[in-house]
């Protein structure tokens, strides 16, 4: 396994501010907020608010709204190559372009479009380490100036594999070979929340790698690659021949494939609807504990 993170794969803030201005860079702020609702477990809003009031010197705000399918009952999933395309390219992505994506207080938004874009066959795509968090921090310059890149051709080459419907899932859940990794927070996985997606608790024989445990909340930095290396270890995800990564809607569980790819493991799949379908097909199995 990899001890640090590939430069490619995650940039540091010190990095940024000396490019930021480079032509070929498309920087994106990926913000969404979720807000707890009674009856829903959440309500869903853009991040644009906030980009407006401040955010990282020439990048641009990236709705994820726009690039998920909007036929469908589930939020954050992912949408059809022609919408793909056509939103990249009206925000200036194409092959001579190097994105970095940023999101605020959890960084699952960011890497779910890092994931998106990957899975579309575009890989000069990286995180920055820390967020918009990371750089507040340390004090460094905002700004208000809205961004607009000039238009591109993004041309997608969907790959298979990076997300998975709920038929492999059931397929794969008493295979010992294949780890099931929910990627919520553990209150949720075990049930003991009053909030659910349809039905308390995970997926039956998923273990639980909360999202949030990659990053040190004080620094809003990844751990380092050994710390996270023994989390997976602790289940043996590493050896095991496929990983699939769930949540509640396919966020959280980017994150856990962030980490995994980062610590050279390859054959990874989000099950894109995660609980919200799951939870709310009484047949497919689920437990508490």
């Not at 700004?143 to 790959?159: A, G, H, I, M, Q």
């Not at 295979?175 to 919520?184: F, G, P, R, T, Y």
Request: some cysteine; hydrophobic content about 35%.
């Amino acid at each position: 396994m990899k001890k640090q993170f590939n430069s490619s794969m995650l940039v540091d803030t010190n990095w940024l501010e000396k490019n930021y201005k480079n032509q070929n860079i498309r920087i994106f702020d990926c913000t969404v907020w979720l807000h707890p609702h009674p009856t829903k477990i959440y309500t869903i809003e853009s991040g644009k608010k906030d980009y407006d009031i401040g955010h990282i010197p020439n990048s641009d705000f990236l709705d994820l709204n726009d690039i998920s399918e909007k036929n469908t009952p589930y939020p954050f999933m992912m949408p059809n190559k022609k919408t793909f395309n056509n939103v990249m390219s009206s925000k200036g992505v194409g092959d001579d372009t190097q994105v970095i994506l940023y999101s605020r207080v959890n960084i699952q938004w960011a890497t779910r479009v890092w994931w998106m874009l990957k899975s579309m066959d575009f890989n000069n795509v990286s995180i920055l380490n820390g967020g918009f968090d990371r750089w507040k921090m340390e004090k460094r310059n905002t700004s208000t100036k809205k961004v607009y890149y000039p238009t591109n051709t993004f041309k997608s080459n969907p790959k298979e594999g990076y997300f998975c419907s709920k038929e492999e899932v059931k397929k794969y859940l008493t295979d010992k070979n294949i780890s099931v990794i929910n990627a919520l927070r553990s209150t949720l996985h075990d049930g003991t929340e009053s909030v659910n997606y349809g039905r308390p608790g995970h997926i039956s024989n998923s273990i639980n790698i909360p999202s949030l445990d990659m990053v040190n909340s004080e620094t809003k930095l990844y751990k380092p690659l050994y710390e996270l290396e023994k989390i997976f270890s602790k289940y043996e995800v590493l050896n095991k021949q496929k990983v699939i990564a769930y949540c509640g809607g396919g966020i959280a569980a980017t994150n856990i494939a962030f980490v995994l790819t980062a610590l050279g493991y390859e054959n990874i799949s989000v099950y894109d609807a995660s609980l919200s379908e799951w939870a709310k097909i009484n047949n497919l199995p689920m437990s508490v504990d």
